[in-house]
């Protein structure tokens, strides 16, 4: 563990040297949005599990899977973002990752991406939301202090976000959570193969509704008529109907 704080400083570091310089260089490929989230999931997933906290993805209304973008900086901007609410969110607390994309202002080749990190942490005081993304900036209160970090991440966080000609936002009130949100203007990526399923009816059955409804609306786009249930007792008597 000693190790990999050290670890994580060093690059940190290395970075923000790389950005004071004007040498950090963006290299762009194409970057499947699906194999990224899976990627942050692998990596995110035994931290929350470790505490306990509920880790949810919602991905939703996603024209073009495949976008031109530097894969290792944005894997970068969100674990940098997953991993503070992950540290700044209780035992048995929340985090929600949604992701999806709308038309975008830069023309058809450019699709507009939404990454929105939300948990029910410590929060942040107003004043230092100010400044939240200025070099060494770390609240002072016990529990921040308390709490490994260079307070550079969020820096660099905001400094890859300026250099994709993207934008980062923050909400956030002290012990209700903080909602960071990620706007990208991407050039899309090669087009895939479209494909459907068979016109099936299907049930979908979960406890959580914006999922369910996300579920049903995916389906409906490949063709497949589905209804969903919010209980196992309820699906049953659907599927008996």
């Given at each position: 563990l000693s190790s990999k704080h050290l670890l994580g400083l060093i690059n940190d570091v290395l970075d923000m040297s790389k950005i004071e310089s004007g040498k950090l260089a963006l290299n762009i490929d194409a970057v499947s949005l699906r194999e990224t989230m899976e990627g942050i999931v692998g990596i995110i997933q035994p931290q929350v599990k470790t505490r306990r906290q509920s880790f949810n993805i919602t991905i939703q209304d996603i024209s073009s899977e495949q976008v031109l973008c530097d894969g290792v900086r944005l894997n970068q901007i969100l674990l940098n973002l997953l991993s503070n609410a992950v540290k700044f969110t209780p035992e048995e607390g929340k985090i929600d990752v949604s992701v999806s994309q709308e038309d975008s202002q830069k023309g058809d080749d450019y699709v507009r991406t939404h990454f929105w990190v939300r948990d029910t942490g410590i929060g942040m005081s107003p004043e230092f939301q100010e400044k939240i993304f200025e070099s060494f900036a770390r609240e002072d209160n016990r529990r921040v202090n308390r709490t490994e970090g260079s307070?550079?991440?969020?820096?660099?966080?905001?400094?890859?976000?300026?250099?994709?000609?993207?934008?980062?936002?923050?909400?956030?009130?002290?012990?209700?959570?903080?909602?960071?949100?990620?706007?990208?203007?991407?050039?899309?990526?090669?087009?895939?193969?479209?494909?459907?399923?068979?016109?099936?009816?299907?049930?979908?059955?979960?406890?959580?509704?914006?999922?369910?409804?996300?579920?049903?609306?995916?389906?409906?786009?490949?063709?497949?008529?589905?209804?969903?249930?919010?209980?196992?007792r309820s699906a049953v008597e659907m599927a008996a109907r």
């Open positions: 307070g550079l991440g969020m820096a660099i966080t905001k400094y890859l976000v300026d250099k994709m000609e993207g934008e980062i936002e923050v909400k956030s009130r002290l012990h209700k959570g903080s909602e960071f949100h990620v706007i990208l203007d991407l050039k899309r990526g090669p087009e895939q193969e479209e494909w459907s399923l068979p016109h099936w009816d299907m049930l979908v059955a979960d406890d959580d509704e914006r999922l369910c409804g996300d579920v049903v609306q995916s389906l409906s786009e490949l063709g497949v008529r589905s209804e969903y249930a919010l209980s196992g």
